[in-house]
């Protein structure tokens, strides 16, 4: 018996949906151009030739930057899910006949160096059949727009649609060198030193001066750097006083590479680093494997 034949149209060239997809997901051609090794004007061009393809505008262009049209959102929620089976298929392929599952976590960068990543050996060891792809990024997780499985974020872990388990507490202090030449005996003295602060976190000294009293010390005055990461290396240089979040250099003070000058420890409660995920997806045998094992970590570098 003969199959009638399907009357549909063509599949589009694989490099415009390859184009699309990696921007879609990042809303940057840059971005894109950059996961793809091409350039932005290509990736340009690849979207564009699938818009004229399928007769649908998939962008508009924000001051802000790139924004999926009604149809390029549902076009990518379509697509992404083939490109993620695709590779896991050609991963299986590649890696032999044991499939692997591939996690993928996004992180604020400082936490992703000083807390996640010394921790990730032991999640390897004890679960080698899982890839963690791990991405950093201080914008908050957007798991509508973003393909990833979940990610860190800093707040009160009362997200709608969004399920959380919280890692570390919050807990600001200064620190400094353990070489810094000054001797420092109460807050007030702040007010002849160098601050160190993170763009990211400009109202974490104004917090602790106000809660040491020192109220006429400039809270933000000092040097400036773009993450707390940077502003803690500044300190392990002995440019002067950073204002830290002391599980992410526990091991600096454990060390004795960086020291507390004071006692006081403002612990924001409210305002944490949390785990999340998003509830609204089926949630993988990886993802679940993964949640469990950093309820067990908290603190601890094992």
Do not use: C
Request: hydrophobic residues 45%.
């Amino acid at each position: 018996m003969n199959t009638p034949a399907v009357n549909s149209r063509p599949l589009p060239p694989l490099n415009p949906l390859k184009a699309f997809e990696a921007t879609g997901r990042s809303l940057s051609v840059t971005r894109a151009a950059d996961e793809l090794s091409v350039t932005p004007a290509a990736v340009s061009r690849q979207i564009k030739a699938l818009e004229d393809y399928l007769s649908v505008q998939l962008f508009r262009r924000m001051p802000t930057g790139l924004e999926l049209t009604p149809a390029g959102e549902r076009y990518l929620a379509d697509i992404v899910p083939l490109f993620n089976a695709l590779r896991e298929s050609t991963n299986a392929i590649v890696g032999g006949s044991t499939r692997r599952q591939l996690l993928k976590i996004r992180a604020p960068a400082t936490f992703a160096v000083r807390w996640l990543i010394p921790r990730l050996a032991g999640f390897h060891i004890a679960h080698p059949a899982i890839d963690v792809q791990l991405t950093t990024s201080p914008a908050a997780l957007d798991f509508e727009h973003e393909d990833l499985d979940g990610g860190i974020q800093l707040g009160g872990g009362d997200w709608p649609g969004i399920g959380t388990q919280m890692l570390t507490r919050n807990e600001l202090v200064p620190v400094v060198s353990a070489g810094f030449a000054a001797n420092l005996q109460a807050p007030e003295q702040l007010a002849d030193q160098v601050l160190l602060h993170s763009l990211a976190r400009l109202d974490d000294w104004a917090l602790w001066l106000r809660e040491a009293g020192a109220t006429q010390v400039n809270p933000y005055r000092g040097m400036r750097y773009e993450t707390s990461l940077l502003a803690y290396q500044a300190a392990l240089e002995g440019h002067g006083v950073a204002i830290a979040q002391k599980s992410l250099v526990s091991k600096e003070l454990e060390a004795g590479l960086l020291r507390m000058p004071f006692d006081l420890v403002i612990d924001r409660q409210s305002f944490s680093y949390y785990f999340a995920w998003p509830l609204n997806k089926a949630e993988s045998p990886a993802l679940t494997t993964f949640r469990q094992w950093l309820g067990q970590r908290h603190d601890s570098l094992s």
